[in-house]
């Protein structure tokens, strides 16, 4: 049986400010820190919702071993 995402909850709140705020990224940057906070708490891969933050940090890691 699979586990429920931990960060579940939280990514539907960043769907739920972007919906209200006419999807502008800047008016929710809090609710996206807290879905990173969230992310940071569990090992990779452990949480779907936050495999785009992993990839984005794997893309930073790229770029600065250039």
Do not use: H, W
């Amino acid at each position: 049986m699979l586990q429920k995402d931990p960060c579940q909850k939280q990514a539907c709140e960043i769907q739920k400010c972007l919906q209200a705020n006419n999807y502008m990224e800047s008016k929710c940057q809090a609710v996206i820190q807290e879905l990173r906070k969230c992310c940071a708490r569990y090992p990779k891969g452990r949480s779907l919702v936050c495999s785009g933050f992993e990839k984005e940090e794997e893309e930073k890691l790229k770029s600065t071993s250039k």
